[in-house]
């Protein structure tokens, strides 16, 4: 399956951005969805990540009550809405797939194919 990501840029503090993540090439719907981000320098790390059927999501603390994912198996895209944008969230956000037979993950590693990432810039 091939990832597209987009809907990132420059925000200020406080502010909302909704990321999109445009899926081709297989079934959609066989695949766990999961977001993920970079920091400079740093370790790609886990923000979200969404079940076959959305019917169960997944939160690093980070994150939590301020990002939501979803996903619509129709039009083959999983969103990651942001709000209440801080600093530290500035970083390339990725959009990651992880074959359905096996559990949804937060491990970067146990994901099958990779979007290219988006870059979030979140001004003080």
């Known amino acids: 399956v091939q990832l597209q990501a987009s809907g990132g840029g420059l925000v200020q503090a406080g502010g909302s951005l909704r990321l999109s993540c445009a899926a081709s090439?297989?079934?959609?719907?066989?695949?766990?969805m999961g977001w993920f981000r970079q920091h400079p320098g740093q370790e790609r790390e886990f923000v979200a990540a969404i079940n076959w059927i959305g019917s169960s999501t997944y939160y690093a603390d980070s994150v939590k009550g301020r990002f939501t994912i979803s996903r619509d198996n129709a039009k083959n895209t999983v969103y990651l809405q942001m709000n209440s944008l801080k600093p530290e969230d500035t970083a390339v956000y990725y959009c990651?797939?992880?074959?359905?037979?096996?559990?949804?993950?937060?491990?970067?590693?146990?994901?099958?194919?990779w979007g290219q990432g988006t870059q979030v810039t979140v001004s003080s």
């Open positions: 990651a797939a992880r074959r359905l037979s096996l559990a949804v993950s937060t491990t970067p590693t146990t994901y099958d194919y």
């Open positions: 090439g297989r079934t959609f719907s066989s695949y766990h």
